[in-house]
């Protein structure tokens, strides 16, 4: 049973033998840095007197990817002022009310709003859906946009309705195979957009004619993430074909995405915190320990570019402390054990978590993707990335 059922939050922190006070100090600075250090720390901006924005530091853009995570931690954290100066970033200026995309938001937008793009990607949209739900009960549902639960359902509607009754545009699921798609109407997916956990709670919370769908959602991911991670590695590609094995096929925009690479690296934190809510094992759970096994006992390693079975590519990961993060929090999968056994599962898992503990945030331009997942993992090995 997983944490929904009993309430029960794993501190895998504790059991390397932190100390809660230290624990909470350590996320309180890293939460502080996060969103009001210096220029070469934070993440999040605060734009004129009520709305705020989280920028890609690599990029120079605020992306959808980014304002849901920061929204996500907000309503982890009970910072109920600085979700809301997201959420109406979000709102005012990456929501499409009209075109193929009606219903969506921007994936990627200027830090003054101005749209990049005109397309979404549909793990904004899903942890837009989740924190919202989040905040209608840690704090109640208010007024306009911030009645959080009439909007994350209005989102959930349009991702899987979109097309329909003469609709325009495409939904961001497979309604046949249950499965995400990465962009609205693409023929493959994005094992890391894989958030069963989170599909378990919209079959909850969702439009109730849609509950069944989320229920299967959750299943069918799942046993699509089993597929995904290879066998013998447990590293999955960062985009892939519905049955499992790497997208090959060049995109658009000319490159391949089919190694483990960055997008990748979530799979395993995805996989670790599905367990430690939910308990459910479709064979995905063992995906994230073969992964610990495979990069090894010297972190070092663990920094350049593989292909899903293990071959490695002359390229170093763009990063690593992202990477270090999602493979730490992925160690939620192994049960408690002797950890002074140098062979046993446990003593992997710790090793890693060990790991990150001893890791500090990123500094300069790359630092926003590596430090969201920091501060998730952060977050779930302490035992609060908790169900609201």
Request: a negative charge.
């Amino acid at each position: 049973m997983g944490a929904f059922e009993t309430g029960i939050y794993r501190n895998f922190l504790a059991e390397i033998g932190k100390g809660q006070e230290e624990i909470q100090e350590r996320i309180k600075a890293a939460v502080q840095t996060f969103f009001y250090g210096d220029k070469e720390e934070r993440i999040y901006h605060e734009a004129g007197a009520d709305m705020g924005y989280l920028e890609d530091t690599g990029n120079l853009d605020a992306r959808t990817e980014g304002m849901s995570y920061g929204m996500m931690l907000c309503v982890q954290l009970d910072r109920k002022a600085e979700f809301d100066r997201i959420w109406k970033w979000a709102k005012t200026y990456m929501y499409m009310e009209e075109g193929e995309n009606e219903g969506y938001f921007a994936w990627s937008c200027a830090p003054d709003g101005k749209k990049n793009s005109y397309g979404p990607a549909p793990d904004g949209e899903e942890f837009f859906a989740m924190a919202l739900f989040f905040a209608s009960h840690r704090w109640g549902d208010g007024e306009g946009i911030f009645d959080y639960s009439g909007e994350a359902r209005k989102i959930l509607r349009a991702c899987l309705h979109k097309g329909e009754n003469g609709r325009n545009g495409h939904p961001m699921w497979n309604r046949d195979n249950k499965l995400i798609l990465f962009v609205p109407g693409s023929p493959f997916t994005d094992p890391s957009y894989h958030l069963p956990h989170f599909y378990e709670l919209f079959a909850l919370w969702a439009d109730e004619a849609d509950r069944p769908f989320w229920k299967q959602a959750a299943q069918e991911s799942r046993k699509y993430l089993a597929k995904a991670c290879h066998p013998v590695t447990g590293l999955n590609p960062e985009y892939g074909e519905f049955d499992g094995s790497p997208a090959r096929r060049v995109m658009p925009w000319g490159e391949k995405h089919d190694r483990f690479y960055s997008d990748a690296y979530r799979t395993a934190a995805n996989i670790g915190l599905d367990w430690l809510w939910f308990g459910q094992d479709e064979g995905q759970r063992s995906a994230p320990l073969r992964q610990m096994r495979f990069l090894g006992t010297d972190l070092e390693a663990a920094r350049c570019v593989f292909e899903v079975d293990g071959t490695p590519v002359d390229q170093t990961v763009l990063h690593p402390v992202g990477l270090l993060a999602t493979t730490a929090q992925g160690a939620l999968t192994v049960e408690p054990g002797d950890k002074n056994d140098p062979e046993s599962d446990y003593a992997a898992a710790v090793r890693w978590v060990d790991w990150f503990w001893n890791q500090p945030l990123r500094r300069g331009g790359r630092r926003y993707y590596d430090n969201c997942l920091y501060l998730f993992a952060l977050l779930a090995l302490s035992g609060n990335y908790r169900i609201w």
